[in-house]
């Protein structure tokens, strides 16, 4: 069930200066270009796959993906919460063209954790054509933003941009030295902290 961005993130989830404020750097540029590439590192945002939204298994940013699927099912949740719209649901028919649902055939609950697709018990799900390996694919809107529309690192979850910040703070205090060389009580103590970050996110959540 393969994820892509038909149009990806427009901006980062995290942000330089408040990494900056957060790793108590002040206003110099000597370090930027390390900490951008560990912002990059974590949560580049051409990736639907990036490190940070698959720790969290979210969609940080506002982004359009498309997900691909085998078969039809009578609901169908939509990975990488949370769900903003469906634009079209598609298949490609026995024949080999790509047809679309009409949207009176389903309904969209965008207010659950994940959103789902739900069909019509009356829709009769079409014959899909056989030797294609993912012939449905709905593309969707999801992630974070304001009642504006506004979709920036200040819309993301603050416990997620915190997580993120402290695992790059990590790179960065340790950045001279390799991970063995630490007491396993510490490595075990920053384990546990990142996991009652993610924990808030991690409810009830099956898949990417």
Known sequence: MPLTYDTPPATKPLDLDELKD????????AYDD???????????????NNMLQWAFKR??????????????????????PPLQSVSSVEYRDKDGTWQTVATDNYEV????????IRFSDDYSFPALLGDEEYPVRITYVA??????????????????????MNVIGDL????????????????????????????????????G
Request: charged letters at 25%; aromatic letters at 8%; a neutral charge.
């Open 172 to 207: 960065w205090q340790n950045r001279k030295t390799q991970i063995v060389a630490r007491s396993s009580a510490e490595v075990v103590q920053l384990v546990q902290l990142m996991g009652r970050l993610k924990a808030p996110h991690n409810a009830g959540r099956r898949f």
């Open 109 to 116: 609950n965008s207010d659950a954790d994940p959103g789902f």
């Open 22 to 29: 957060h790793l108590r750097i002040g206003s110099s540029t």
């Open 143 to 164: 992630g974070y933003s304001d009642s504006e529309g506004n979709s920036t690192h200040l819309q993301v979850p603050a416990n997620i941009r915190l997580w993120g």
């Open 34 to 48: 390390y900490l951008n590439l560990c912002i990059e590192a974590l949560a580049e945002e051409l990736d639907v």
């Open 59 to 80: 969609q940080l940013i506002e982004a359009t993906i498309v997900f691909t699927l085998s078969d039809f099912k009578r609901k169908l949740e939509l990975p990488r």
